[in-house]
């Protein structure tokens, strides 16, 4: 016990004797600009004198050639002089010790005569991970357990009396969905911000993720969290207080930011992407969030917890479903079509693959639900304890090919759609030279 | 654009000071005269519930470090934990006195978070000396809300866990980013500002 004590001290006293660690402050060119003429040198402005490492400032152009000179300190800043900077994207990656020893690291780009390229796509980022899909999983768990539960209790038991005990485990259930939802996005900014640095977790808790908070994905991940903080908030005032009324804005909030995760994905960002595919592909996870968190919570908490609200909850929900599953497949179909533009991309790509897989699953939950609906609906009003037992448990195993649905569409979302065939205006356009006036 | 970093402990340095003077006022007249209106029972688990939702800004708009916005959110969570839990007691929702261990995590949690992320030692300049003395503050300050656990009618528990909330406001409203402290301000810090 005292070598225990005695070893938190010491981790709590360590980081007093550590070094200074230095801000950046400015830096020519700006994060995320595109300049017309290529500049001569770069600079980085801190807080602080910090001192230079081999490499510290190294500018990388889309093949990887670093094109600085040997950097030199000009008081707070350090500068390194450029070799002659052909028109193309650039992605600056830096180093410098503050203080004493302590390392501080970042990463920007910018563009010659070109947009800057989103710093999550810098020279060495490798892509999403592992790690970063089963993040995206809990982000779209997280998701559904949040828009699912205040679904279902605002408009599946709408009117009814529901059990003071049911509505406690809605709370909770609800909370955690939020909760979780809020720690994946601070999980899958990291991974993000992590990959585009490509430094190891040491040196990248005192990195600088400034230039990351200002991409699409950053400005998501910032209103998201924001969001989803007052949703948590929400839910706690409807619980504390007994007021259901709390739950409407926490769910309208709720579907909102799932825009977040449309506006940083690929349908925001890729050729052919539109405010309609952007539009779709809100309508599509908000629906999909709906359906399956709203089934989960049909079997997890109505049909254990309130079994007197069974039938009414399975014949309301059974109405909504279909009404959510044709937006989903409306939405879905579209959104193919847009992002495959021939059929053989389906088995031809890694992301056609994908997509595959999630249609088959999708195909077996609507089979799972066509049977609820159809066979079992007209069953429901007469069946016995022993037959909603039943039911049950095939509504738990549909709820869970829903999660394996939104694993697959979380794989989807991180990876790259097929690249667009160029289309003769395009082509003529690129044909032009550039109106761009570089130095020779 | 975003404020200086000093501004914002001033901000929540200020309504910490608030929720402080609340605590010490009801330690020194008294549980039952200060809930004699019952709004007052509700006025610091409101408010540190508050700031808990209020720090969720600060942790999503300063990313200048990966360690200051874990930090940051970090004491977003435990304040909204420890202020909700309060106020749940306080509203009947909850009725296990275990909930109250809430507010020795959030201190020991605060501290801990404090103390990690701040990198720089204690004399670098005064808000490095600061964040020390905070961490450390509410490290050893946790005792007083883990005592009134069992404790709970103990006046001077109470005082003593309502003094270190407004001595830990104090320090946030002495807080500035660029200045000496007892004359020492390194070389590396910069410029001392105002």
Redesign the interface.
């Known amino acids: 016990m005292r070598t225990l004590v005695v070893a938190v001290l010491v981790a709590l006293l360590a980081p007093a004797t550590a070094s200074a660690h230095a801000t950046l402050r400015a830096t020519s060119p700006h994060f995320g600009t595109e300049v017309s003429r290529a500049p001569t040198t770069i600079r980085l402005g801190f807080d602080q004198h910090v001192r230079l490492l081999p490499d510290s400032i190294r500018v990388l152009d889309s093949r990887g050639v670093n094109l600085a000179r040997p950097a030199h300190n000009a008081g707070r800043s350090i500068v390194a002089p450029l070799r002659h900077l052909p028109r193309g994207p650039y992605t600056v990656r830096w180093h410098a010790i503050s203080a004493d020893s302590h390392v501080v690291s970042g990463v920007w780009t910018f563009g010659v005569g070109v947009p800057a390229p989103a710093v999550t796509s810098a020279y060495g980022a490798g892509g999403p991970t592992r790690t970063e899909h089963l993040v995206r999983w809990l982000w779209f768990l997280g998701l559904a357990a949040t828009i699912g539960v205040l679904g279902l209790r605002l408009i599946v038991l709408r009117g009814l009396t529901v059990p003071r005990e049911l509505e406690h485990r809605i709370a909770i259930t609800a909370g955690v969905g939020a909760l979780v939802s809020l720690h994946a996005g601070i999980a899958a900014f990291s991974l993000r911000s992590e990959d585009a640095l490509q430094l190891p977790f040491a040196r990248f808790l005192y990195a600088d993720l400034s230039p990351m908070a200002a991409t699409r994905f950053g400005r998501a991940f910032v209103v998201m969290t924001l969001g989803f903080a007052l949703v948590l908030a929400l839910i706690y005032l409807a619980w504390l207080l007994d007021r259901v009324v709390y739950l409407v804005p926490a769910l309208a909030l709720s579907t909102v930011l799932v825009a977040g995760l449309s506006l940083s994905g690929h349908d925001a960002a890729d050729a052919g992407s539109s405010w309609k595919t952007e539009a779709a592909d809100w309508v599509h996870i908000a629906a999909a969030s709906l359906w399956i968190g709203g089934l989960a919570a049909l079997v997890g908490l109505v049909w254990f917890a309130a079994p007197s609200l069974r039938r009414t909850a399975f014949a309301r929900f059974s109405r909504l479903a279909t009404v959510l599953v044709a937006v989903v497949i409306a939405a879905g179909t579209y959104l193919s079509i847009v992002r495959l533009p021939q059929l053989s991309d389906l088995w031809s790509t890694g992301y056609g693959h994908v997509l595959l897989v999630k249609l088959g699953l999708v195909v077996l939950a609507l089979a799972w639900g066509a049977f609820h609906h159809f066979a079992i609906g007209p069953l429901i009003a007469r069946a016995d304890d022993g037959l909603l037992s039943r039911i049950g448990g095939s509504l738990a195993a549909e709820s869970l090919v829903g999660v394996a649905v939104l694993l697959a569409a979380a794989v989807l979302v991180d990876s790259r759609p097929p690249t667009q065939p160029i289309r003769t205006s395009d082509r003529q356009s690129q044909a032009q030279p550039a109106a761009v006036t570089l130095p020779p | 654009m975003q404020p200086r970093a000093e501004m914002i402990h001033w901000a929540f340095g200020a309504m910490i000071l608030f929720v402080g003077l609340c605590l010490l006022c009801e330690a020194l007249v008294g549980q039952e005269v200060w809930r004699m209106r019952r709004w007052r029972a509700y006025l610091w688990p409101t408010l540190a519930?508050s700031l808990g939702?209020l720090l969720?800004?600060v942790?999503?708009?300063f990313?200048?470090?990966?360690?200051h916005?874990?930090a940051h959110?970090s004491w977003?969570e435990v304040l909204?934990l420890a202020g909700?839990a309060e106020?749940?007691l306080v509203?009947g929702?909850l009725t296990s006195p275990w909930w109250r261990l809430t507010w020795p995590l959030a201190f020991v949690t605060a501290g801990?978070a404090f103390?990690?992320?701040?990198?720089?030692?204690?004399f670098?300049a005064r808000s490095?000396f600061l964040h020390?003395l905070l961490?450390w503050t509410f490290?050893l300050a946790a005792v007083f809300p883990l005592a009134l656990v069992w404790r709970p009618r103990s006046s001077v528990l109470r005082g003593g866990f309502a003094v270190m909330v407004v001595a830990v406001s104090v320090m946030l409203l002495c807080d500035r980013d660029?200045a000496p402290i007892f004359g020492h301000l390194?070389?590396?810090?910069?410029t001392p500002h105002r």
């Open positions: 519930f939702v969720w800004p942790m999503a708009f990313t200048n470090s990966a360690i916005m874990y959110g977003a909204m909700g106020l749940a509203r929702r801990t103390l990690v992320h701040e990198q720089n030692p204690w670098f490095a020390h961490g490290v660029v390194s070389a590396l810090a910069g």
